[in-house]
């Protein structure tokens, strides 16, 4: 998956977790999907060259209970 998709994919599930619709179950697996995406979006940046996001830039999700 290129640069471009995988930081759609984050957007889209992002807004998932955001409107926070299902049981506890689902709200981690969204979650989880979450970090993945931001994951495996750092990693492929790292490869690629491309400088990590400054921190405090607003774009970490913190796990709400």
Known sequence: ???NQLLSNHQIALIRYAVGNGDAEERGSQYDLVKDYESRIARLRHAMGVP??????????SRQA
């Open 1 to 3: 998956m290129d640069l």
């Open 52 to 61: 990590a996001y400054p921190k405090g830039n607003g774009l970490l999700v």
